[in-house]
């Protein structure tokens, strides 16, 4: 997963699916692509299932941080600044994620700490304060629609991830 400066690279990350053995038996050509190439999966389509999910990610991620970029500008602080002095708290969100992993493939999501209930406060004040600073409220409001069906449907002592049964839907 790079753009194409970055194959070659020692830190580029490739994802292969397929023989193991023709794998292992290329795996040093390979590494001239990337050195971080890893086989995933015997079947050849999963690697590009990890691409869409990374792009995914990816997506949510960059559309959460310029949706607060919006609503930083809006009150002429600069979104540098904002890393500089919230850096800790971004890095923690990130690092949280090996934890809402673990919940989803469990299917396991009570939670005693950071419950949808007390989710639904802060993307209520979020819709609130965008629609006030005159920045777009969809991509906030389409969040609290996801807190408020999960709270409603009996699961407002579940942690965040068990957002995951609306995007499934099965």
């Known amino acids: 997963m790079t753009i194409a400066p970055g194959i070659g690279g020692a830190e ?5 699916g397929g023989s193991d053995a023709v794998f292992h038996d290329f795996h040093p050509t390979l590494q001239l692509l990337g050195g971080r190439g890893t086989l995933i999966s ?13 792009h995914g990610t990816m997506w949510g991620t ?17 979104v540098k600044r904002f890393l500089d002095d919230a850096g800790p708290s971004v890095a923690a969100l990130l ?35 965008s629609g006030a600073r005159n ?26 991830s068990r957002l995951i049964e609306h995007f499934r839907k099965q």
């Open 95 to 129: 690092a949280s994620f090996p934890v809402i992993a673990d919940e989803v493939d469990r299917g396991e999501y009570a939670t005693q700490y950071g419950a949808l209930q007390h989710h639904r406060p802060s993307v209520e004040d979020l819709v609130r304060e």
């Open 42 to 54: 015997a079947d050849a389509g999963v690697p590009a299932l990890y691409g869409m999910a990374v």
């Open 12 to 16: 580029t990350v490739i994802f292969y």
């Open 62 to 78: 960059l559309n959460g941080f310029l949706h607060a970029a919006a609503l930083l500008s809006s009150e002429g602080i600069e």
């Open 135 to 160: 920045v777009d409220i969809e991509f906030p409001g389409y969040t609290l629609g996801l807190v408020n069906k999960a709270v409603e449907d009996g699961h407002a002592n579940d942690s965040y």
